[in-house]
T-cell receptor
Framework: EPEVTQTPSHQVTQMGQEVILRCVPI?????FYWYRQILGQKVEFLVS????????KSEIFDDQFSVERPDGSNFTLKIRSTKLEDSAMYFC?????????????FGPGTRLTVL | AQKITQTQPGMFVQEKEAVTLDCTYDTSDPSYGLFWYKQPSSGEMIFLIYQGSYDQQNATEGRYSLNFQKARKSANLVISASQLGDSAMYFCAMRETRDNFNKFYFGSGTKLNVKP
């Protein structure tokens, strides 16, 4: 069964460093998302992406964040200068279409630890 | 106002018994979707069940069913015949449909512990 994959599973970085989190959505999906879950808290929406552009973003997704689909398969989230409070689990998700009945399928997540 | 409210931070249930996890939502969109996800201790998010706002019948998926009460804006998850492997965090989520792009909102979760 097709699934969303994410790499790495765990990333440790120093404060101020840039990180890139990678996702490979399900191949025929068209809508892509990033979410964040700080330890012990709920999942928070960061950004949605369709047709090679951001369609919606939350207030969390400030200028330190960017997303890109550099080729036909990868979908990346970049944090330019990490802060301690960026430590969280980051989930990528994808959907096949914009239809109201389609669900999002989540990847296994990348745990980011900022020291 | 919170879009999704889960009022039970933690629940215990005896193995083989049924359990209901509460979820209420707030939206003015006529078209929306409600979802439940399971998050085991390993951290991944596993899709369980979906209910559309126009669906006439409650959704069911195996041991999972969604008790959808539209007028009350509630979408409770019922797990029948609980198993030890059901111990996990459970998140209720809602998708609002705006300009076809859809934004998901998650509740704060309910930690379910199944006792042997």
């Amino acid at each position: 069964e097709p699934e969303v994959t994410q790499t790495p599973s765990h990333q440790v970085t120093q404060m101020g460093q840039e990180v890139i989190l990678r996702c490979v959505p399900i191949s025929n999906h068209l809508y892509f998302y990033w979410y964040r879950q700080i330890l012990g808290q709920k999942v928070e929406f960061l950004v949605s992406f369709y047709n090679n552009e951001i369609s919606e973003k939350s207030e969390i997704f400030d200028d330190q964040f960017s997303v890109e689909r550099p080729d036909g398969s990868n979908f990346t989230l970049k944090i330019r200068s990490t802060k301690l409070e960026d430590s969280a689990m980051y989930f990528c998700a994808s959907r096949i279409s914009g239809s109201g009945t389609d669900t999002q399928y989540f990847g296994p997540g990348t745990r980011l630890t900022v020291l | 106002a919170q879009k999704i409210t889960q009022t039970q931070p933690g629940m215990f249930v005896q193995e083989k018994e049924a359990v209901t996890l509460d979820c209420t939502y707030d939206t003015s969109d006529p078209s929306y979707g409600l979802f439940w996800y399971k998050q085991p201790s390993s951290g991944e998010m596993i899709f369980l069940i979906y209910q559309g706002s126009y669906d006439q019948q409650n959704a069911t998926e195996g041991r999972y069913s969604l008790n959808f009460q539209k007028a009350r804006k509630s979408a409770n998850l019922v797990i029948s015949a609980s198993q030890l492997g059901d111990s996990a965090m459970y998140f209720c989520a809602m998708r609002e449909t705006r300009d076809n792009f859809n934004k998901f909102y998650f509740g704060s979760g309910t930690k379910l512990n199944v006792k042997p």
